[in-house]
């Protein structure tokens, strides 16, 4: 059995970082650091910093058929001060030229006077609160590619020989 899907190494150009306004979705901003800086791949590296509201988007279950559904999934919304506590994901581009972006977070509050932790998949309809920065590895755009995944049947990066012909 295979283990591994698809594996590439690049090189690192440089590291990008911005801060966020208030208010501003977490994942637009992203998007626009990506779009400003001119990034085409890369790796989120880094994120802290406080939110105002999340909406954490986690797989209740894996269906019997792809794609995954909306009702495959759970959508918590949390409209309260968060501290993100992590922020990790990938950057890369489709054929054609758009990019793609795809994040995950993690976010602590407090309830009952204890901290509680949550995480899952990063929304448009997260935004910052205070102080939030954000750090990207940029890397050479040559061997990452996102397309649509054959098994999953949603977007995904492919790396090393696979970039080229993810099907293949």
Request: aromatic share 4%; glycine share 8%.
């Amino acid at each position: 059995m295979n283990l591994i899907a698809s594996i590439g190494s690049q090189q690192i150009r440089r590291i990008v970082q911005f801060r966020a306004n208030p208010g501003a979705s977490l994942l637009s901003a992203i998007e626009a650091a990506v779009a400003s800086e001119h990034v085409r791949a890369g790796v989120i590296v880094s994120g802290l910093g406080a939110l105002r509201r999340a909406v954490f988007r986690n797989l209740k279950h894996f269906p019997a058929e792809f794609p995954v559904k909306p009702q495959d999934r759970l959508y918590l919304e949390i409209s309260r001060p968060m501290e993100l506590v992590s922020l990790t994901g990938w950057i890369a581009p489709q054929q054609g030229g758009a990019m793609e972006v795809h994040a995950h977070f993690s976010a602590s509050m407090v309830e009952n006077e204890t901290v509680v932790t949550l995480g899952g998949h990063l929304t448009h309809e997260t935004e910052c609160g205070i102080k939030v920065t954000v750090a990207l590895l940029e890397v050479v755009p040559e061997g990452v590619m996102a397309a649509k995944d054959p098994d999953s049947r949603s977007m995904d990066i492919f790396l090393g020989a696979h970039a080229g012909n993810p099907l293949g």
